[in-house]
């Protein structure tokens, strides 16, 4: 995903990859309105969905519900550096078996977009390079430079003869001068599909440029040619997170909004990325991006979906669809009320017509006339007609449920025992590699681990330190980031860090030293590497330069004092985190306040009740990594702070499939100090579901469907009202609030306005207690005889909210 400048967009993708097993393949070509599969235009509503970033186990389940949200297409990147992590040597294996994924996806009847790169960026370890590229000799990244373009000539050749032989294909500046070779090369390895670069107004012709960003329907301004389809091919859900950011939301009325402006202007493809974010495991995730990924998609991080982002976003999907013979076969017209109102028209005289009735306006509603007829508009909304007669689907009325996710401490998996074990902070006689001046932490690291030990030491005379007893030396380490643990004659020092706008920082602490041999050690450490922007195989992190102020004789320089180096921690070259590992050191019960810095801690818990997935809440822990059963949870970091005073998260994904019933291994490595003890196994639901709906709000979208050419009602009565459903097969077991009237506030957290039904909870649990999907009506004579209520003049809202459970 791209939102910062890039020296280049270039992002290749072949569409469409896999067709849906069973098909009947004729090819993918393309005219000026859409996508062609199989010989006929297409509508295409997409989800980025990525295989290394869920377990195995879990990618049917994730590519069912993008199913149900109406998806009918995936799009993934292929991982050059988790394919071929040494050069020559390739795994596509287990969580990285893309033909697998590919294939599972087919499976469903959905078809797949391949981004093969091979640079992503995508929030990923160095942008999906593997770290081998970057010691090739004179290389340049994303460049017209001979030894990158061989290799990714080399690669893009694996990949595609792969998808060639699986049969998965549907029938078969220097930066510019880059883009160009790039778009040749592609072709000519394989120009049964068409490719696509991602924002490249500058493509080549033979090449769709498409349009990336938030409102691709406001600012697009068409591909790079007349014959060409408008594509949306990264449609932001919210943002990744980095450490120390605040949390990011975007609206379900913000992002229909948006897609229905881009669908009113001849778009007919969009892709929702992130569709599902899920989990960057282990150490794959770019510089300082937090373990969770785009956890406020559609469907969160636990694959869970997020209400109502998920089903709004469904039932605009098959609003466009009940329009789709208009979209694909009409011809538009516009007509422009005033610079805020508009009216879109795509029609075939004699048969098909639909309708985008658009107020662009952010504050003021506002009444359309069409017609003859009028229709109210709320802010900043777009109303679709697919038989430019009926409204079925308002981007800003939500008429689907909400929800809110709630964690639960586990009954099974509480009250765990911890013991400990803590490293050995090293000297400079301990650490073989020895160099003059402190080494560059990439390329020392080699991205194999987080971990670095640096080490001096330093004899000082009584003379050489402060006779005061108030006044300390001061140890300043000035590094290129990204953090470091700091310590004295074995002692803990501190800890320093940068952040994802600058990595570099200036560590200071005072410091105890003594008379005669003094050593100082340094844990540097990355938070993975980075993943955009020019010149990447050039960017550089570690300590560059260490002195101590305050002596007797002023500041004492000992970056060039000769250092001792280790790549990784004892622990994690022993493989602590796993049974034989664990084995392999003496481990200490808890029985006192924790040791602090550098420590090791494990416990064993049975698989928490229920079949909900599972979180581990390390919210009073600082910094460092986590493991189940050996298998790494990734990185946490409860200790960086946002603004508002938080971690940017401190819930962490364990996915059931990493899970034994009984006696699974928990390790944490610590590298600053927390408090094991409240570490806590959860249960996540979204068991508590809402709506909130006005009298105004069209009925739900499915009360029409097609019929051949003939768009017809499939209810009786065509009326508004508040539809829940329970997930799981769960029933309504309590109604927490109901309120028609003016209520206000969000899924979770509602509460009364001025004006309220007295009998608005009565209502409620008449038409849903015991079952799992209800309908409330929201018609004023059903809460209050004419005469009696309370606020005769004011436009009702009903809102309501209800607690799901498993049948008794």
């Known amino acids: 995903m791209a939102i910062s400048n890039r020296l280049l967009s270039l992002a290749l993708f072949s569409l469409v990859v896999s067709c849906a097993f069973g098909e009947k393949t004729k090819g993918v070509t393309y005219d000026a309105r859409s996508m062609i ?66 294939k599972t996806i087919g499976e469903q009847g959905l078809y797949v977009t391949l981004r093969i790169g091979p640079y992503i960026e995508a929030e990923w370890n160095q942008g999906g390079f593997p770290y081998w590229l970057r010691e090739v000799p004179n290389i340049t990244f994303r460049s017209y430079n001979e030894p990158f373009i061989y290799h990714m000539k080399k690669y893009s050749e694996m990949v595609i003869d792969l998808m060639k032989k699986e049969k998965l294909f549907a029938p078969q500046d220097n930066g510019k001068k880059y883009v160009k070779w790039a778009a040749n090369m592609a072709t000519s390895l394989y120009n049964g599909v068409p490719w696509i670069m991602c924002k490249q107004r500058d493509a080549p012709p033979h090449i769709i440029s498409t349009c990336n960003g938030r409102h691709c329907g406001d600012t697009f301004t068409g591909p790079n040619g007349p014959n060409k389809p408008s594509l949306w091919t990264e449609n932001w859900t ?138 109210y508009l709320p802010e900043k909304s777009v109303s679709i007609l697919p038989d430019c007669k009926t409204v079925v689907y308002n981007t800003q009325m939500i008429v689907s449920q909400h929800n809110s996710r709630n964690f639960i401490a586990s009954e099974k998996a509480k009250n765990l025992k911890w013991e400990m074990y803590q490293e050995k902070v090293p000297t400079i006689n301990d650490l073989s590699l020895k160099n003059k001046v402190p080494l560059e932490l990439y390329s020392l690291t080699k991205d194999t681990s987080d971990y670095a030990w640096y080490s001096t030491s330093l004899t000082l005379d009584r003379h050489d330190l402060p006779m005061r007893p108030d006044i300390l030396p001061v140890l300043q380490i000035a590094s290129m980031g990204h953090a470091l643990v700091a310590f004295v004659n074995g002692e803990y020092v501190g800890f320093g860090h940068g952040n994802n706008i600058e990595k570099s920082f200036v560590f200071q602490k005072p410091i105890l030293l003594k008379p005669g041999t003094n050593t100082i050690s340094i844990l540097a450490e990355t938070v993975g590497f980075p993943n955009s922007g020019a010149y990447m195989e050039k960017r550089f992190a570690g300590p560059r330069g260490v002195t101590i102020q305050g002596l007797m004789d002023g500041t004492l320089d000992i970056t060039q004092n000769n250092w001792g180096h280790e790549v990784g921690v004892f622990g994690e070259k022993q493989e602590l985190f796993t049974e034989e590992g664990a ?121 029409w469907e097609r019929s051949g050419t003939d768009f017809v009602a499939v209810v009786e009565d065509l009326k508004s009202g508040a539809h829940l459903t329970c997930p799981d097969n769960k029933i309504i077991e309590k109604v927490e609030f109901a309120s028609y009237g003016n209520p206000d506030g969000a899924c979770g957290n509602l509460f009364n306005g001025n004006c309220s039904s007295a009998n608005s909870l009565k209502i409620a649990e008449q038409h849903c207690l015991g079952k799992k999907t209800c309908t409330i009506p929201i018609e004023r004579e059903v809460y209050d005889e004419p005469n009696k209520d309370p606020c005769p003049n004011m436009f009702k809202t009903l809102a309501v909210q209800m607690k799901c459970g498993n049948k008794k």
């Open 37 to 102: 599969v199989n010989g006929e235009r297409q509508l295409l509503f997409s989800g980025s969905i990525h295989y290394p970033r869920m377990p195995v186990e879990m990618w049917p389940d994730i590519i069912r519900k993008a199913k149900e949200g109406g998806l009918n297409l995936i799009q993934t990147y292929v991982f050059w550096n988790i394919h071929e992590p040494v050069q020559g040597q390739f795994n596509f294996e287990g969580n990285n078996d893309v033909v697998k994924f590919i």
């Open 238 to 375: 919210a943002q990744y997170r980095t450490f120390g950011d605040p949390p990011s939301q975007r609206a379900a009325e913000d992002i229909a909004f948006s897609v229905a402006r881009f669908f009113a202007k001849n778009g007919t493809l969009t892709n929702y990325y992130m569709y599902y974010g899920g989990t960057n495991y282990g150490r794959t995730s770019s510089s300082f991006v937090t373990t969770r990924y785009y956890d406020e998609a559609p469907l969160d991080e636990f694959g869970l979906y997020r209400e109502p982002k998920w089903s709004h976003l469904r039932d605009l999907h098959r609003a466009l669809r009940l329009s789709r013979r208009a979209l694909l076969w009409g011809t538009p017209t516009v007509q422009r009320i005033n610079q805020d109102l508009e009216i879109t028209i795509y029609e075939k005289p004699g048969s098909d017509c639909a309708a985008f009735l658009t107020n662009n306006h952010t504050t003021n509603p506002a009444i359309i006339k069409f017609r003859g007829k009028e229709y």
């Open 583 to 703: 084995n392999k050191v003496k481990w200490t019960p808890i029985t006192g306040p924790p040791k602090g810095a550098v420590t090791w801690y494990k416990t064993y818990f049975d698989a928490p009740e229920s079949n909900n997935p599972v979180a581990l809440k390390m919210d009073r822990m600082q910094k460092g990594m986590m493991w189940v059963n050996g298998k790494s949870l990734g990185r946490y970091w409860s200790s960086f702070l946002n603004p508002l005073g938080q971690p940017t998260q401190y819930e962490y994904h364990i996915p059931r499939a990493f899970l034994k019933p009984t006696n699974n291994l928990l390790v944490i490595f610590e590298e600053t100090g927390g408090h094991p003890e409240t570490i806590e196994v959860q249960t996540v639901n979204r068991d508590t579901i809402c709506s909130i709906i006005t009298e105004y709000h069209p009925p739900h979208v499915k009360s």
